[in-house]
């Protein structure tokens, strides 16, 4: 067995070298020794490799590990070598995040590898060249179910899709219908999801069933990261976000969301030192989610020195035996503009589809930008921000507080493969979230 394994690896590494001598060439880019794992994805699809005759792969596991750039780089190479004006994609959830997390980078690299590389933004389409030969490469979002259109028609040789996961099975199912080109195969990358999702028991868990090459990655496959780097990174998420994104398991989302938060020492007063400082420089941004039956939520977080205190909350609960009645925009609003109390503001933001309170708010000069509201993104941030210290809540704030310790998965939803909270006890977690995703964006 390891004089099998051996002759592996001295294949993998005999079509690497070429690769890994061209790719550090080049002022201002580095890439350290590749590890197997990596070399095995850059090098699958060459001659000689055991995996060649393979349908497509996937890269799966935990996050920093190389994935997306050595199979972006591999996935142009094979596409160069073997096919001439043809047509490829290359999707992520949006556009957007393709272009930050895969172009950009690519790019580079393909520049100093001698391709010529043309960047139509208009067309979403990049044109890639060398020795004759050229191939067409577009980008697709799959951000929701009506992304599938956007795909259609389209007849590709190839396809990447990077964070699988994150994108709907429709989407999925017409980008992989697109593939009628001889010799055509399926590139895959992602972190690991529930172990309900479509992606897990259709692609990961059949694999061998649809002829496709699977890698699971850890940390420590990528040798560029050093031992420090790897502890922060361990530092950074706790349970269910710990086990998919450090270990790279495949495991349901169960229990309490905010299992990090403790209320001991993740709380302050106005006489705490671990407060915000408003001698210096800070922001202070309202976040709302805004409710008629439900509750009404306004957040005031204050953003200094990459550190969130959030300061003060407005709560109303139209159905809480204390309040008679239900409130209407207006009456919200003059609540807003008491809560604010005439303190400069950096910005407001709001539940987008809160349409009717956004126009009265405009109607008193008070502009409100519509918050993101992407559920799973936004817990992994909030958790990541109090794992790391990086966010606390005033005592006063009793409503967050309570939520932030009630908070929990749909284990029902989990079981049909859909990630969601339990709609109960949410509406201040769902101020919280909109915040981190509107404004902070990345930890």
Excluded at 61 to 70: D, E, F, L, M, V
Aim: overall charge positive; aromatic content about 14%.
């Amino acid at each position: 067995m390891w004089e099998r394994i051996n002759k592996l690896k001295e294949q993998i590494q005999k079509n690497a070298n070429a690769l890994r001598t061209s790719i550090k060439l080049g002022a201002g880019f580095k890439w350290e020794t590749f590890s197997l794992k990596q070399l095995q994805l850059l090098t699958w699809w060459q001659k000689g490799s055991p995996h060649a005759n393979k349908n497509g792969i996937i890269a799966e596991g935990a996050i920093r590990t190389g994935k997306s750039i050595c199979m972006s780089l591999s996935f142009v190479m094979w596409a160069m070598a073997t096919f001439n004006y043809e047509q490829f994609a290359i999707c992520g959830k949006t556009i957007g995040s393709v272009r930050r997390n895969v172009i950009f980078w690519l790019k580079i690299i393909l520049k100093l590898r001698g391709y010529k590389v043309t960047d139509n933004r208009t067309d979403n389409k990049l044109e890639v060249s060398k020795n004759g030969r050229v191939n067409y490469f577009f980008l697709f979002g799959g951000r929701d179910e009506r992304s599938y259109t956007l795909i259609q028609g389209i007849t590709l040789a190839g396809i990447l899709m990077d964070e699988v996961t994150l994108m709907p099975e429709s989407f999925v199912n017409q980008a992989m219908s697109r593939l009628s080109v001889t010799g055509s195969k399926w590139w895959f990358n992602c972190n690991p999801a529930g172990p309900m999702h479509f992606f897990k028991i259709e692609f990961v868990d059949k694999a061998d069933q649809k002829g496709i090459f699977k890698l699971h990655f850890v940390l420590d496959d990528n040798l560029s990261l050093s031992e420090e780097i790897k502890r922060r990174y361990r530092s950074q998420f706790t349970g269910v976000f710990y086990k998919r994104y450090i270990l790279g398991l495949w495991v349901m989302a169960e229990g309490v969301i905010y299992d990090m938060f403790q209320d001991e020492t993740m709380t302050y007063d106005d006489d705490s030192e671990d407060g915000p400082n408003f001698n210096l420089w800070y922001e202070r941004h309202i976040f709302m989610d805004y409710g008629t039956t439900n509750p009404c939520v306004f957040l005031e977080i204050i953003r200094q020195d990459g550190n969130s205190w959030v300061h003060n909350e407005y709560y109303y609960d139209s159905k809480d035996s204390g309040n008679a009645r239900q409130k209407d925009n207006e009456e919200y609003a003059q609540d807003l503009i008491k809560f604010v109390d005439g303190k400069r503001v950096t910005s407001y933001g709001l539940d987008p589809s809160a349409v009717s309170f956004r126009i009265t708010l405009q109607k008193k000069n008070i502009f409100t930008r519509s918050a993101n509201n992407e559920v799973l993104e936004g817990i992994r941030l909030v958790s990541t921000a109090f794992s790391l210290g990086k966010l606390k809540v005033h005592k006063r704030c009793k409503n967050l507080r309570k939520e932030l310790q009630s908070y929990m998965w749909d284990e029902k939803a989990a079981q049909r493969g859909i990630e969601q909270p339990v709609k109960m006890w949410d509406h201040a977690c769902d101020g919280l979230r909109y915040y981190y995703n509107t404004i902070i964006r990345r930890i």
